[in-house]
Structure formats: structure tokens, C-alpha cells
């Protein structure tokens, strides 16, 4: 059973709908306001979506670069592993297992059942039971195989997609707002770097697409491609999306209505159905985000174990003989999601993981420069464009993150630390184990 292999199954159609499936969730609906708010006025809230939207490119062409050149499951971490060692990519992907997947899928869970419960006017209590519900259902189809859960991604991408291209078409055709130039009317004072880093926050994701490198046709060429055409793809939609919105809407009534902007948007352009519409809309979207983490999230325990990097790595690294997906890894990550969210404080745990995560972007876009040293060039594979500049675009924005989550949340980025500082009393034991 430790032998089964997994199955070659996602094509690049199948990786490029996880890139976007797992960054597009809530994000674009719920960003805008806090953007606007941060920024003080419309056109600085537009230009803060482009840079976002810049600095998750250059990270995205950057690591399409690393991918080419150690195109297995994993991900970070492995390109963390195989480049600065065992050591530093055991805590990588110890954050990663530990809070950073399970946290983020507990938090989408928690997100889905309170939208759910809210648009088929359900009691408050049902909202945890319906996103536990979700999180194992999407669990239990991703077990089946890859191509299950890739399928299930791929209609989920194009259903989310939908309500987005319509509010984007209609509100351009339709609004009469001017775009450019509109106060905020909001009190706050103007922080535009606050505004750049709630954008990261929405592009985030779509680095999770390398966890299941393993299992693509060609990963050397399938996975830099589907990265940048997702990256493409969701800049498009955040910046578009921001456009119809102010076209729609004044500034200050999107910062007025908060998450409920483009439902508004949404009402104004096809009447009280549309805002109905607009609100599964998301929910489609924050499900198709949720299967994307659990479809991918699974893989990166996996390629631990596969490397008797884990705690009872013989059971984890085991591959199912018939559906020949990580089901005990994707049990393990569903069980710690659940709890987090029985526990309620999925939110915080993100915002606790973010910061040691974006600690090793960092590292993973500075290999670009290591392995060109290390390995032979090889002209048929992808080269990141406008080398040096592109990575080192990548490696500061990871440097903003840190920089500005350490001054805007001490707490966290402590807590964020102390995570990551457990891994290494866990690491000599698993390492020691081995050695015995």
C-alpha cells in the first residue's frame, strides 16, 4: 500500500481552475470597502489592486521558475526542502500543516455556513453544522481521486466565475458613476499601505497549486503555465470587478455597505433578484475556494511523510491502492480544520499563520537565484522574464507583509513565531526516530 503512487490525472485546464479556485473565495466581494476605506479615495484604491495584483505576479512568475526546475508534490515546502534543507523545510511545512491549511479551511467551513444559513433564512445555530458538513463532504469527494475533486474544481471555477463576468459587463454598460477621484467619506486616516496589504490577502492561494505537482501531465511545463494564467486571471477580476463597482456605486456608499457592496451593485443592476443571485454567487465562490484547499492542502503532509519528516509518517505517507489520493493526510487536515472551527477562532488563526507563511515566500522566491546557480540551465524549460528584477519585486512584497503584519499586529506575529519555534523540538524527534 506504501508503494501506490499517485495518479498523473490534472492537465492544465484542471491546475489553472485551482489557482484561481483558491484564491478567488470572499476576498473580491468582501475587499473593496476596506481598500477605499484605507486609501481615502477611489483612484488610490484601484491603484492598490494593481500593485497587489503586481506583487502577486512577480511572486507568481518567480516560483513558476522553482516549479520548472522541482516540479513535485509539496509545494513551499518542498521547494523550501530541497533547496535550504530538511531542517528549514520541516518548520515550513510544519506551519503550513499544523495551522496555516487547517485554519484556513475552518475559516472558508465557517464562512460557507453562515452565508448558507443567511440566504435560506436558517437559525444561527445551524451555520457551524452546515460548514462542517461542507468541509466533509468536499473531504470524502477529494478521497476519490484527483480527478474527482479537479472536476469538481473546474465546474466550481466557471460557476463562480459567472456572477462576476455579469456584475463586470453590466456594471461597466450600465453605471453612471464616476470612476476616478471619489472621496471615501470615511474619517479613517489614509493608509495605503494598509490597502496594499488587504489586497495581498485576497491574492493570496495560489502558490497551493504545486501541492499536487505529482499528480500533473508534465508538471515541468503544466504548472508555470497554470500559475500565471490563474495569477492573470484573478488580477483581472479583482481590478475589473473594483471598476464596475465604482460605476455602480459612489466611494462612500461602498464604504457605507461594506461586505454588502456588490449584493447592492448586484440589486441595482437586475432588481431584488439580482442581489439574491450575487449572494450564491459567493457562495459558490467560497465553496470552490474551500475544495481547492482541500483538494491541495492534503498533499503538503503527504510529501512530509513521504520523507519521514512527520509524526507517524508510515501511516501518512500511505497513498488509498484504489483512489489513489492521501487519505489519512486529508483526515488528519479535515480533523484539525473541524476543531479550530468547533473552537471558533479559525479568523485568528489565519492571521496567526500568515505571517510565518509569507516568512517563507520569501525564502521560496529567493531560491530562484540559488538554483540558477546550482543547476545546469536548460533552455526548454520556463525562466522567469526580467530576471533579476521580477524575483526581487517577489521578495520585497514578502518583506512588506512581514514588516507590516510585525508593526500592525505584534501579538500575531509573536503567536506566529511561537508556532513556528514548536516544529523544532518535533523535528529532532521525528529526525531522531529515523536515525534509530
Known sequence: MTKTELKQSIGFITATAIVVGTVIGSGIFMKPAVVIEATGNSTFALLAWIIGGIITLASGLTIAEVSSKIPETGGLYVYIEKVYGKFWGF?????????????????????????FAGIFSLPKESELWIGIMAVLFLSVVNTLGSHVGGIVQSVLTAAKLLPIFLIIVFGVVKGNVPIFGMDSGSSQAINFGAAVLATLWAYDGWMNVGFVAGEMKNPAKTLPKAIITGILIVMFAYVAVNVALLHVLRADDIVALGPNAASEAATILFGSFGGKLIAIGILISIFGCLNGKVLTFPRMPLAMAIDGLFPLARYFSRIHPKWRT????????????????????????????????????????????????????????????FYPFTPIVAIVGAAYIIISTALHAPLDTFLSIVVTISGIPMYYIVTKKRQG
Open 326 to 385: 492521501p487519505v489519512l493526510a486529508t483526515f488528519m487536515q479535515i480533523t484539525i480544520a473541524i476543531i479550530m472551527m468547533l473552537l471558533g477562532n479559525a479568523d485568528r488563526l489565519t492571521d496567526i499563520a500568515i505571517f510565518s507563511v509569507f516568512l517563507f515566500y520569501g525564502f521560496a522566491f529567493y531560491t530562484v537565484f540559488l538554483l540558477r546557480k546550482s543547476l545546469p540551465s536548460n533552455e526548454q524549460l520556463y525562466r522567469v522574464p
Open 91 to 115: 518548520l515550513c511545512g510544519w506551519v503550513q500543516t499544523i495551522i496555516y491549511g487547517p485554519a484556513v479551511i475552518g475559516a472558508l467551513g465557517l464562512y460557507f455556513g453562515t452565508l
